[in-house]
């Protein structure tokens, strides 16, 4: 599941700092408060790979996305693409998870 959700993870980051080249240019908000709110959310991205098999870390994984959708009403595009992530990241939790039961059973029967 870590690998699965990582690799989305890193994606949402590129998205949210691209994202935030077209919010400077056609939202209304200062360059310093685009890019505070861009620069802490692909942080909590990149953090977030290192935590996300400890207790909680899906469950912020899913408050990201949330806030991803959100972001569509500063750049309309990002309603789109928030929504992709957002199945992008159900899918990595979903298959990650059977994948890691299986990787469990069979380990198990080897053993």
């Not at 989305?8 to 700092?17: D, K, M, S």
């Not at 935590?51 to 870390?57: A, D, N, Q, V, Y």
């Not at 009403?73 to 789109?80: D, Q």
């Not at 992008?88 to 990650?96: C, K, N, R």
Request: with cysteine; net charge positive.
């Amino acid at each position: 599941m870590r690998t699965l959700c990582a690799s989305t993870l890193i994606g949402e980051a590129f998205v949210i700092g691209l994202a935030g080249l077209v919010a400077m240019n056609l939202s209304g908000y200062s360059t310093a408060t685009v890019w505070t709110v861009c620069g802490v959310a692909m942080a909590v991205c990149v953090l977030l790979c290192a935590m996300i098999t400890r207790p909680g870390g899906v469950a912020v994984g899913w408050l990201l996305q949330v806030g991803l959708v959100a972001s569509g009403f500063v750049v309309s595009m990002m309603f789109f693409l928030g929504a992709a992530f957002a199945g992008l990241w159900w899918a990595a939790v979903h298959y990650g998870r059977k994948i890691d039961e299986f990787k469990a059973k069979h380990a198990a029967s080897a053993a």
